[in-house]
C-alpha cells in the first residue's frame, strides 16, 4: 500500500528558532492534510493542500505542496512553547483509495 | 474535535478478555473511523465506514471488528485475537470519505494485562 514517510522523528529547538518537517511519498498524491497532536491530546487537523505548488499560511506556520504533488513541507517561524507537540501529515493517493495514509509524525519538542 | 466522544478514556482488560470501545458523534458525518496509534508507529487505520451497515477493513483490521448500526456510533471490539492490544484507539469522522477534515475523539488508553 501506500506509504508516506515523515521526517524527522523528533526535533528540538530553542525557543525562537524555526522548525520544519517534512513528508515523503513515491506516488503521486491526491490531497494531503495537516495535524497537529499536543502531548496527551488528539489529532487535530490544521490544514489541507490540494494544487501543485500550493503554499498556504497560518500566522507562523507555512505550509507547502510540491509541484509533483510527492512531497509537503510545515514551516514554523519563531517557535513558541505553545508549539509542542507531534505533527503528522496524511495522504490521499485517490484512484479509488479511501483511506488517508499518515505519516509517523515528528515530535517538535521547545526548550524555553 | 468536538461532537465526537469516546469511553472510557483508560480501559484496563485482562488478557483473553473481548472489549468494546465505544465512539459517538453527534456531527451527522456520514464517514466514520477507528485508528490505532502505537508510539513511534503514527495512526494506523484499523477500520471505516462510510454509511450504516457498511464498513471497511484499514490495514490492521485483524482481531478486530466493528459495526454501524446507527449513523452516530462506530463502536469497536478488540478481539481475544488481536495478539498486541494495549494501544492508545482513536476514532474519528468526517463528512464523506476523500473530505477535507477528519475530526478525532479524545481517544481511549487500552491496556491489556
Known amino acids: 500500500g501506500q506509504q508516506v514517510m515523515q521526517i524527522p522523528q523528533y526535533q528540538h529547538v530553542q525557543e525562537g528558532e524555526d522548525f520544519t518537517t517534512y513528508c515523503n511519498s513515491s506516488t503521486t498524491l491526491s490531497n494531503i492534510q495537516w495535524y497537529k497532536q499536543r502531548p496527551g491530546g488528539h489529532p487535530v487537523f490544521l490544514i489541507q493542500?490540494?494544487?501543485?505548488?500550493e503554499v498556504k499560511k497560518q500566522k507562523r506556520l507555512t505550509f507547502q505542496f510540491g509541484e509533483a504533488k510527492k512531497n509537503s513541507s510545515l514551516h514554523i517561524t519563531a517557535t513558541q512553547t505553545t508549539d509542542v507537540g507531534t505533527y503528522f501529515c496524511?495522504?490521499?493517493?485517490?484512484?479509488?483509495?479511501?483511506?488517508?495514509?499518515f505519516g509517523k509524525g515528528t515530535k517538535l519538542s521547545v526548550i524555553p | 474535535d468536538g461532537g465526537i466522544t469516546q469511553s472510557p478514556k483508560y480501559l484496563f482488560r485482562k488478557e483473553g478478555q473481548n472489549v468494546t470501545l465505544s465512539c459517538e458523534q453527534n456531527?451527522?458525518?456520514?464517514?466514520m473511523y477507528w485508528y490505532r496509534q502505537d508510539p513511534g508507529q503514527g495512526l494506523r487505520l484499523i477500520y471505516y465506514s462510510q454509511i450504516v451497515n457498511d464498513f471497511q477493513k484499514g490495514d490492521i483490521a485483524e482481531g478486530y471488528s466493528v459495526s454501524r448500526e446507527k449513523k452516530e456510533s462506530f463502536p469497536l471490539t478488540v478481539t481475544s485475537a488481536q495478539k498486541n492490544p494495549t494501544a492508545f484507539y482513536l476514532c474519528?469522522?468526517?463528512?464523506?470519505?476523500?473530505?477535507?477534515?477528519?475530526?478525532f475523539g479524545p481517544g481511549t488508553r487500552l491496556t491489556v494485562l
Open positions: 496524511g495522504a490521499y493517493s485517490g484512484a479509488g483509495s479511501y483511506q488517508l495514509t
Open positions: 456531527l451527522n458525518h456520514d464517514a
Open positions: 474519528a469522522s468526517s463528512i464523506g470519505l476523500l473530505t477535507d477534515t477528519q475530526y
Open positions: 493542500l490540494v494544487k501543485s505548488g
